[in-house]
């Protein structure tokens, strides 16, 4: 089993929809999570970190469940610019640093 | 401004024939990692550095090493490269690699094929 599982789309959405994308991590030890954006053949890019008790920045909102081991993105009134491919991350400490571990990607393709 | 940079940016070499990707970062971060990304496998972490001198395997370290003699540089060196090296690789840095909730930034990523 993976340690990051996230669903590989691609998810094809018009103009204006609302999506959302979950993630499970499996090491109940993690301790912070983010979502990265990655567009097409370009570097990662952080979109927000994931709080226990939720978080919002505009048009993304992020959950977290810990009990369910599970983080979740929602991203509403979508635009043709978030087409891109969505990263699910988490840290746990591991021999006294931060493991760092990438989900294989949530593919969203948003439609005019 | 604060920044990631990796050379060369896309790269064509033989199998056999060593090379060398560099990275450097401007934002005194004290560790760094190295990264391949393949189809369906997702980042896949190569090596790690909490700090100058102080490195480590990750997850699929075969085949590669790296050193980091200064705290900017962290280059990732293929001794003997193979066709299943080819991938796209990424480096990237943060604050520190004890704190929780620090971002990773990532440099434009070198594309690398062996033949």
């Known amino acids: 089993r993976k340690e990051v599982e996230q669903d590989p789309g691609p998810f094809n959405v018009p103009e204006g929809a609302t999506v959302a994308f979950n993630c499970t991590y499996s090491?109940?030890?993690?301790?912070?999570f983010f979502w990265y954006r990655q567009d097409c053949r370009k570097e990662p890019k952080l979109l927000m970190s994931?709080?226990?008790s939720g978080n919002e920045d505009g048009r993304f909102t992020a959950q977290l469940n810990r009990a369910s081991q599970y983080i979740s993105l929602l991203i509403r009134d979508s635009k043709l610019s978030d087409s891109a491919t969505y990263l699910c991350v988490a840290d746990n400490p591991a021999g006294g640093y931060q493991k760092v571990t990438f989900g294989t990607g949530t593919k969203l393709q948003v439609i005019p | 401004e604060a920044q990631v940079t990796q050379n060369p940016r896309y790269l064509i070499t033989v199998t056999g024939k060593k090379l060398t990707v560099t990275c450097s970062q401007n934002m005194n971060h004290e560790y760094m990692s190295w990264y391949r990304q393949d189809p369906g496998l997702g980042l896949r972490q190569i090596y790690y550095?909490?700090?100058?001198?102080?490195?480590d395997k990750g997850d699929v370290p075969e085949g590669y090493k790296v050193s980091r003699k200064e705290k900017r540089n962290f280059p990732l060196i293929l001794e003997s490269p193979s066709p299943n090296q080819t991938s796209l690789y990424f480096c990237?840095?943060?604050?520190?690699?004890?704190?929780?909730?620090?971002?990773?930034?990532f440099g434009p990523g070198t594309r690398l094929t062996v033949l």
């Open positions: 550095s909490m700090n100058v001198e102080v490195t």
């Open positions: 090491n109940s030890a993690s301790q912070s």
């Open positions: 990237a840095s943060r604050v520190s690699g004890l704190a929780s909730y620090n971002e990773q930034f």
């Open positions: 994931v709080y226990s």
